[in-house]
């Protein structure tokens, strides 16, 4: 039909994940994070076992500087101010990756690790005005399990190198 997609290698999320750009429209998969229409509160999508913290970081730069008009979300629609969206998930990224961490090196299990994420997620997304069925659409799109899986898999393979 006359259209022409370009593929960006944007890993980071998952190693096999890419955007797709129509002009200048960005089709993003998980790789511009979970968020619902008329939301904003971003849900970081960190599932096992491909979650790499840098490589998403130069993803999102590279998205950045892609300057895009709009992105469109898997976990869902559009995003019509990608600049601030994208540093708004960077920082959401940041502040994820870092929580999951610190709650490792204090000992905790895994399944204090996902109690205690799931308390700091859901007094975030309140702050953000998310009501409870809400937050249960953001976890049935992106369950924080799996989430939690993977950045501590991440975090044990930094600390093991």
């Known amino acids: 039909g006359g259209l022409t997609f370009t593929a960006l290698d944007t890993p980071g999320h998952a190693w096999h994940h890419h955007t797709y750009r129509l002009g200048d429209v960005a089709f993003t998969g998980d790789a511009a994070g979970v968020c619902l229409p008329?939301?904003?509160?971003?849900?970081?999508?960190?599932?096992p076992p491909e979650f790499k913290l840098d490589v998403w970081q130069k993803t999102l730069a590279r998205l950045q500087a892609e300057a895009f008009d709009t992105l469109y979300l898997t976990h869902f629609g559009p995003v019509h101010n990608p600049r601030r969206h994208l540093e708004d998930l960077r920082q959401a990224l940041l502040a994820t990756t870092d929580f999951i961490h610190r709650a490792m090196l204090a000992g905790a299990s895994r399944d204090e690790i996902l109690a205690q994420y799931l308390a700091w997620n859901r007094q975030i997304a309140s702050a953000h005005h998310v009501s409870e069925a809400e937050f249960q659409e953001y976890e049935a799109a992106n369950p924080l399990f799996m989430s939690v899986d993977g950045m501590m898999r991440y975090w044990q393979k930094q600390m093991a190198a």
Not at 38 to 47: C, E, G, M
């Open 38 to 47: 008329d939301s904003n509160w971003l849900s970081v999508p960190a599932p």
